[in-house]
């Protein structure tokens, strides 16, 4: 969904947010004329690639009445008002091609080895009991338990939250949706 985002708005000063001008060039030289033609503002300067359109105006101009000039412009769905969450991108694929591929061929090992095991084992258990092995086996050598780097701590602080904060993650992803 494509929307018009009203980053933030001083007296005399606003900044909206079209991400998608970079790929409509000649959206740039309509919003710019029409934000330009709206009575009370004063300069429109727009950079393409980040989006960004800035519009100095007299302060009897209201961001909302800006950002609603740039929406009917530029054919947007709607405004998103300073601090609003923005809408999920729709054109975003959920996966890209190669993690498609990635995830198929693991899903594929994880069948043979189910298949080789008659049931017994599945990759994620063979993983588990390989890298348990391997931890136990440095152990055994070293003659000391190691302190884990610091990115192996965050990762599984991260990893542990998202495992345990599953349904309310997802509940917070059903909101954005609508």
Not at 140 to 155: F, G, K, Q, S, T
Request: charged share 25%; glycine share 6%.
């Amino acid at each position: 969904m494509r929307y018009v985002q009203i980053v933030h708005a001083l007296p005399g000063r606003t900044r909206l947010r079209y991400r998608w001008l970079r790929h409509d060039p000649a959206a740039v030289e309509h919003v710019a004329d029409a934000l330009a033609a709206t009575p009370a503002v004063r300069e429109v300067k727009i950079r393409p690639y980040t989006g960004s359109i800035l519009v100095h105006h007299d302060r009897e101009a209201t961001s909302p009445a800006l950002a609603e000039v740039a929406r009917r412009v530029l054919s947007c769905a709607r405004v998103v008002d300073i601090g609003e969450p923005t809408p999920l991108d729709p054109d975003v694929p959920k996966l890209s091609r190669i993690a498609k591929l990635v995830a198929t061929a693991f899903r594929e090992i994880d069948r043979e080895v189910r298949r080789k095991s008659g049931g017994s084992f599945d990759l994620g258990t063979l993983a588990t009991l390989g890298f348990f092995g391997a931890g136990a086996v440095d152990v055994a050598v070293e003659r000391e338990i190691p302190i884990p780097p610091w990115w192996n701590l965050a990762w599984w602080g991260y990893n542990t939250f998202i495992i345990n904060e599953q349904a309310e993650i997802a509940a917070v992803g059903d909101q954005d949706a609508r």
